[in-house]
């Protein structure tokens, strides 16, 4: 489980029901009618925006934003593109295809393949940029898919108030029902709101970020393949590639480093 989206959305409601315990009763914030019209129309309009496909993968996603993210661990991968640097420039670039079975990243074991193959550099770079676009591009469509979600939350809560509205309006000859009437006609606005801003809208947020996390993470690996292709030493190639990382890593970096030299 991903800690910080979770505390911060018990947070909140915690938060939110806690006020409203403290003013009133939360059963005066239960309306089933305005529940359908907030979530089922926000569901509904993304279906009409977008393919099935893309919604059924933004769904997914919003619930694995509550699950602990896939790690991409920048330092680790580092050291692994240094230590296959290090093979390519002692034994040779072919040496590599023994080593092939230790790369645990597939993004990472193509690039490798290729340079095994002898594939022009210029080729390698334009093949391994292209899939970092292409699932950069994924991505951003199913954040897009929900941040309309998020967008589309307030305007079916404001649909459902002027719903209510109208239906009060139409029994004003009944003045004991006015308040109730009310009163109902604006919770559709307070679910549309709170879902909006407290979870969907943070959710977009948390996505942005993990796909921003996931995309340098592949321009690391593929940097450091071409690297390898160019002959670049494992010195300059380290150098280059701690350069993607804050200061903070690359001094960790550094003393696992020195750590494994005073080892050796």
């Given at each position: 489980m991903e800690k910080a989206t979770f505390f911060g959305s018990l947070a909140v409601a915690l938060l939110i029901t806690g006020s409203i315990k403290l003013a009133g009763s939360l059963s005066a914030f239960f309306d089933v009618p305005s529940?359908?019209?907030?979530?089922?129309?926000?569901?509904?309009?993304m279906f009409i925006a977008y393919r099935t496909e893309t919604v059924m993968k933004a769904l997914y996603m919003?619930?694995?934003?509550?699950?602990?993210?896939?790690?991409?661990?920048?330092?680790?991968?580092?050291?692994?593109?240094?230590?296959?640097?290090?093979?390519?420039?002692?034994?040779?670039?072919?040496?590599?295809?023994?080593?092939?079975?230790?790369i645990e990243n597939d993004f990472m074991r193509r690039g490798l393949q290729m340079v095994v193959d002898g594939v022009d550099v210029g080729l390698i770079a334009e093949i391994m940029d292209t899939e970092i676009s292409a699932t950069?591009?994924?991505?951003?469509?199913?954040?897009?898919?929900?941040?309309?979600?998020?967008?589309?939350?307030?305007?079916?809560?404001?649909?459902?108030?002027?719903?209510?509205?109208?239906?009060?309006?139409g029994n004003l000859?009944?003045?004991?029902?006015?308040?109730?009437?009310?009163?109902?006609?604006?919770?559709?606005?307070?679910?549309?709101?709170?879902?909006?801003?407290?979870?969907?809208?943070?959710?977009?947020?948390?996505?942005?970020?993990?796909?921003?996390?996931?995309?340098?993470?592949?321009?690391?690996?593929?940097?450091?393949c071409l690297m390898i292709a160019g002959g670049v030493h494992p010195r300059i190639i380290q150098e280059r590639l701690l350069a993607y990382v804050s200061q903070k890593e690359r001094s960790k970096f550094n003393e696992i480093h020195l750590a494994k030299e005073l080892k050796e």
């Open positions: 529940i359908l019209i907030v979530f089922g129309g926000g569901l509904f309009s919003i619930k694995q934003s509550y699950m602990a993210p896939e790690e991409f661990d920048n330092l680790k991968i580092i050291s692994t593109i240094l230590s296959t640097a290090e093979v390519a420039r002692k034994e040779g670039v072919l040496a590599l295809d023994a080593k092939m079975a230790e950069a591009n994924r991505h951003t469509e199913v954040k897009g898919t929900i941040d309309f979600f998020g967008a589309s939350l307030p305007a079916f809560g404001m649909i459902g108030t002027i719903m209510g509205l109208v239906l009060l309006l000859d009944d003045p004991a029902s006015i308040g109730p009437n009310m009163a109902v006609a604006l919770i559709t606005t307070f679910y549309g709101a709170v879902a909006a801003n407290s979870i969907f809208i943070p959710l977009g947020k948390k996505v942005d970020q993990r796909n921003n996390i996931e995309a340098m993470y592949m321009e690391i690996i593929a940097r450091g």
